[in-house]
């Protein structure tokens, strides 16, 4: 595969992010789960801070990704902060251990850079994470001899099947 065809897929599947929730990266709407529910536990949350209001979507599945996953992804953030291995939550029932969750993520490296941002960057996080699903499905598709065009096609129908973007708050399945 030529050094110019990653160029062109990349930019190719930046602008079809780009265009497909142009106002999550032009303005303040947000793909964040916890906006989409009506009561919080907290009484003044991130979002409130962020000043960041829900994207309107279609599907979103915000079951456990409301009230689990995001507030993970923040306690798993400050215990990095503070230069501390995340190996217990004590803020669940009794306490529960994080590293042994799948869901926490709590030591995969994309998680980590996500967990530590500033709160207003975690849905380019997220959007990234389609554009990651389309580069490696188009260089999985041109490993296997697929034109450019067909590879291109492919990518741009896997990274916006119906699982990824009614899923795409629930990054375990990303």
Sequence with gaps: MLRNETVKISLILFFSVIIAYPQVTFSNKSLIPTLYVQQNVTEYGLETKAKR??????DMDVS????????????????????????????????TPLAGQYSTRAFFPYQILENVSPYWLWDYFILFRLWIAGFFTFIFLRHIHLSF????????????????????SLEQFM
């Design 149 to 168: 065009f067909a590879s291109t096609c492919g990518a741009l129908m896997y990274m916006f099947c119906g699982s990824l973007t009614q899923f795409i």
């Design 64 to 95: 456990t990704a409301a009230y689990y996953e995001f507030p993970i992804n923040k306690l798993v953030g400050d215990i990095y902060k503070k230069f501390e291995l995340p190996l217990w939550n004590g803020h669940q029932g009794l306490g």
């Design 53 to 58: 209001l829900p994207a309107p979507v279609l």
